[in-house]
């Protein structure tokens, strides 16, 4: 059994699972679930327990400053299966009363296998809007780091930031390394206007940056590999900065060739080497 106090940060409208200010239920979930952590009592050094369900009754409201009891019987183990009686009740003056009662299964898991197992080394997935600003920060960063910037460096800082106005025609990805933000690459639909040279039928990507700090971990090979993954049959094509030679050699291990006669001067003192899978 073990007790807690409701506080400001347990309510409602503090975890956003509701507005109003008494005992959230996610809260009194986590409390219910600890409780069942502490009656297993008999793991191996090496495990753990994971929570994998959860049917519960919240009964009552609880009230800031009420006192709180989450109890766990172990009620039923089956190898690695255990399942958990559980109930909690509170007390606002008048002895203890039940606001929740239900049922939590636990299983017994490896720790260290557990935890590589659903730990990847690298996440991409589609950005969301929340994440915009900081994809256009980690390009200008990047951009500014390495060898990809033009003489018009003002122009294209401004347009590597902009991620919003890309996210209209394109399909921006950002990568994960650790639950920090590493990298990103914009995949351009067919037929928009950001394509510099996709031809119909082609997939373009764009704005591949990696964090500087993050270079040379492969980060930027798995980035190419995800848009020929998410290409399928369809050929991939890019543009490369003439000079800008770590992005090319990274394009040519990834699979990629240059293809000069599609080499393309976007402005004044610019030339763009041409990349394709299917020269
Ligand atoms: C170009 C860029 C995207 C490469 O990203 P990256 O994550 O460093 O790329 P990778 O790690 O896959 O490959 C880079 C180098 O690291 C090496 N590398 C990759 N994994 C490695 C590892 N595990 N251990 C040691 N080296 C490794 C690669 O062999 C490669 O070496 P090379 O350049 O001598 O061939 C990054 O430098 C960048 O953001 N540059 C600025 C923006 C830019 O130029 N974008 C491209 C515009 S077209």
Redesign the pocket.
């Known amino acids: 059994m073990t007790s807690y106090v409701v506080a400001r940060y347990d309510t409602a409208d503090a975890l956003g699972s509701g507005d109003v200010p008494v005992l959230a239920t996610p809260r009194l979930i986590a409390w219910l679930e600890a409780a069942t952590v502490t009656a297993l009592t008999d793991l191996g050094d090496d495990d753990t327990s994971v929570g994998t369900r959860v049917n519960v009754e919240h009964l009552m409201a609880s009230p800031l400053g009420a006192s709180v009891e989450a109890t766990a019987d172990l009620v039923h183990r089956d190898g690695r299966l255990c399942r958990f009686a559980v109930a909690a009740h509170h007390d606002v003056g008048d002895g203890p009363v039940l606001i929740a009662h239900g049922e939590i299964t636990r299983v017994i898991v490896g720790r260290e296998r557990f935890i590589q197992r659903s730990t990847p080394d690298l996440i991409i997935r589609p950005a969301l809007p929340q994440e915009w600003d900081a994809v256009g920060d980690l390009c200008a960063v990047?951009?500014s780091?390495?060898?990809?910037l033009s003489s018009d460096t003002d122009f294209y800082l401004h347009t590597l930031r902009d991620v919003a106005a890309r996210t209209v025609e394109c399909d921006v990805l950002v990568a994960y390394a650790e639950g920090e933000l590493v990298?990103s690459v914009t995949i351009v639909r067919p037929g928009a206007s950001f394509a510099d040279v996709a031809r119909e039928g082609e997939v373009e990507f764009r704005f591949?940056?990696?964090a500087p700090h993050?270079?040379?971990?492969?980060?930027?090979?798995a980035l190419v590999q995800e848009v020929m993954a998410r290409a399928g049959t369809s050929p991939v094509v890019?543009s490369?900065?003439e000079g800008?030679e770590?992005?090319a050699?990274?394009y040519v291990?990834a699979g990629l060739v240059p293809v000069p006669p599609r080499d393309h001067s976007p402005g004044p003192g610019i030339r763009l080497r041409a990349f394709s899978t299917a020269p």
Do not use: E, Q
Not at 145 to 148: C, E, L
Not at 214 to 221: N, P, V
């Open positions: 990047a951009y780091a390495g060898s990809g990298g591949m940056a990696v993050a270079w040379g971990r492969g980060i930027g090979l890019c490369v900065l800008n770590p992005a050699r990274l291990r």
